[in-house]
């Protein structure tokens, strides 16, 4: 049985980093993506990264302050999380993609762990 596994969240000042992983166990997927979702809202895409690592996408309200990354085992993706805001609030979600091509919708997503939350005070 396939699972999604994520770690790394926690509680942090405004400005503070935050590193969460997520490792899948089971067959690789292509593409891996992390989305959040903060109360009262919808699931929304964060960052993804194709199969050989070399193409990311991240959405604009993260770019330049997180950067996700793949191991060589391609099995754990890690997202990098700097100059936190309280925006950043939310559970994050790890997603895995059969498919190659790396998108940001969440129905395209195969597989989805539990979450992790993290939490940014001011």
């Known amino acids: 049985q396939v699972h999604v596994v994520e770690s790394g969240g926690g509680l942090v000042q405004a400005g503070a980093s935050l590193r969460l992983s997520c490792t899948v166990s089971g067959p690789t997927f292509s593409t891996m993506g992390w989305f959040r979702q903060a109360p009262g809202k919808e699931r929304e895409f964060v960052a993804a990264i194709d199969w050989s690592g070399g193409y990311t996408d991240y959405a604009d309200t993260v770019k330049g302050r997180f950067t996700i990354s793949r191991d060589n085992g391609k099995t754990t993706v890690h997202l990098q999380m700097n100059s936190l805001k309280p925006g950043d609030t939310a559970l994050f979600y790890c997603?895995?993609?059969?498919?190659?091509?790396?998108?940001?919708?969440?129905?395209?997503?195969?597989?989805w762990g539990q979450g992790t939350q993290v939490t940014v005070s001011s």
């Open positions: 997603a895995a993609r059969r498919r190659p091509s790396v998108t940001r919708e969440v129905a395209t997503y195969d597989l």
